[in-house]
């Protein structure tokens, strides 16, 4: 039997005309040696840059950009290292902590004291970032794309711009961390709308697991040149969230080399497209809604054949997980309309969720989607121009039906459609 995760529990499914199951190594990473350890050893031995205690001489000022509550960083195993070094280089060195909110809401004081431990909070200066409050933002001029680089000022004004992070694959970024720390981590509403544009995300080079050439990418290397970040230390994490390898350095060679660490324990390779793919958010709480799961099935619609069926596994226990987001697929006339009219929508135009509608629509364009969650999702589901099914059973049973396959046809299954990202 195959397990595919869902909520809080398992769905369960024979393995009968599957011919392949795509599923990732991360399971396979853990680290040789203690968290803190393996941080410290990256930061003696930084990829092509001195040592964060020698960057540190002769400066008043440093800002540490640090992840905000809605990412898994195991900041209190980086932040007391990167503290200790800055002040070794400079005992009276002035350091703003700067949480990168990007546009998500304020990290409240619970969670930062749950984040970086009590100490860290009580004693050090901490400024949570809000792309809204124009008397944050400081204007450094135009990305490479035309947009505006609008950034915090506590970065644009620090001697030295320093951040941590961490590494996982990126339905549109390629990889998360590295330059994500600046933009959209600490830049303007605006800025981080231009650069989740519907000509980017539209461009085949904005995929899960890819640099090359990719646009938002290049945007957001600009960003964090122009804002003068200097140094990173970006963590690869196991399914315990722990720390299993790091990375410190210059900010394009060590996320580069924690990228290519990563990648061989992501990337799959289907032997064929099938007619049928089955695939999961990953279970709590990463399914917790419908928006979320666009993501998993953006790894499913890369492993189906044209004119395939997609059957994603989600419980969606807060439902849409965006009103514009459901809107925009309720109330368009038709999927390609619905395109046309984000693809014809101007950089300077785009409106949040855009990115959100404008992915999951391009896979609607090109393939039916069965949602297996709560009945009381189904008009919802139905609303957003996709099919629902009560049981994984009878959703198999309607695909069935729609591609013409048989019962021993060629389906996929992908249990954590996050877990991995097809080649």
């Known amino acids: 039997m195959i397990s595919i995760p869902y909520g809080n529990t398992n769905l369960k499914m024979s393995e009968d005309g599957v011919v392949q199951i795509l599923e990732s190594r991360i399971g396979e990473l853990k680290g040789d040696k203690e968290q803190e350890e393996l941080v410290r050893q990256a930061m003696e031995h930084p990829l092509g840059t001195p040592p964060l205690w020698e960057l540190a001489r002769g400066k008043a000022t440093a800002a540490v950009i640090i992840s905000d509550h809605t990412r898994p960083v195991p900041s209190k195993k980086i932040i007391p290292l990167m503290l200790k070094q ?3 280089g400079n005992p009276d060195i002035k350091i703003t902590l700067l949480v990168a909110t990007g546009c998500h809401r304020g990290t409240r004081q619970e969670e930062l004291i749950g984040k970086l431990g009590p100490e860290i909070v009580e004693k050090e200066r901490i400024l949570v970032h809000d792309c809204d409050d124009k008397l944050q933002l400081a204007d450094l001029g135009t990305l490479p794309s035309g947009a505006r680089l609008v950034i915090n000022r506590a970065a644009m004004e620090a001697d030295l711009l320093v951040a941590e992070g961490f590494i996982e694959p990126h339905f549109f970024a390629g990889f998360s961390g590295g330059r994500k720390s600046v933009l959209p981590g600490i830049c303007s509403r605006v800025t981080v709308l231009g650069n989740h544009c519907a000509a980017f995300i539209d461009s085949p080079h904005a995929r899960t697991g890819n640099l090359e050439n990719n646009p938002i990418h290049r945007d957001m290397l600009a960003a964090a040149s122009m804002a003068g970040l200097a140094y990173i230390v970006n963590v690869v994490i196991d399914e315990d969230k722990k720390v299993a390898a790091a990375f410190a350095g210059d900010p394009v060679q060590a996320h580069e080399a924690g990228c290519a660490f990563l990648k061989p ?40 054949q044209e004119g395939g069926v997609i059957i994603i596994c ?8 965006g009103e514009d ?6 109330n368009c006339s038709s999927i390609p309309k619905l395109l ?10 785009t409106v949040p ?5 404008q992915i999951l629509a391009r896979i609607l364009e090109k393939k039916r989607v069965i949602y297996v969650t709560e009945e009381k999702w189904e008009q919802v589901i139905r609303d957003m ?4 099914a009560p049981t994984l059973e009878e959703a198999l049973a309607l695909a069935k039906r729609l591609t013409g396959t048989t019962d021993t046809g ?14």
């Open 325 to 330: 987001f459901y809107q925009a697929l309720k």
């Open 314 to 321: 989600a419980e969606c226990a807060d439902g849409t997980g």
């Open 340 to 349: 046309e009219d984000i693809r014809a929508t101007p950089m300077d135009a």
């Open 410 to 423: 060629r389906i996929t299954v992908i249990p954590n459609g996050i877990s991995v990202f097809v080649a």
């Open 86 to 88: 800055l002040r070794l």
């Open 265 to 304: 324990y992501c990337q799959v390779t289907v032997k064929e497209k099938t007619p049928i793919v089955i695939t999961s958010n990953g279970g709590a709480p990463l399914d917790q809604n419908i928006y979320q799961t666009v993501k998993g099935l953006c790894t499913a619609d890369a492993a189906a």
């Open 385 to 388: 121009k996709m099919d629902y």
């Open 353 to 357: 969720d855009q990115w959100q509608y």
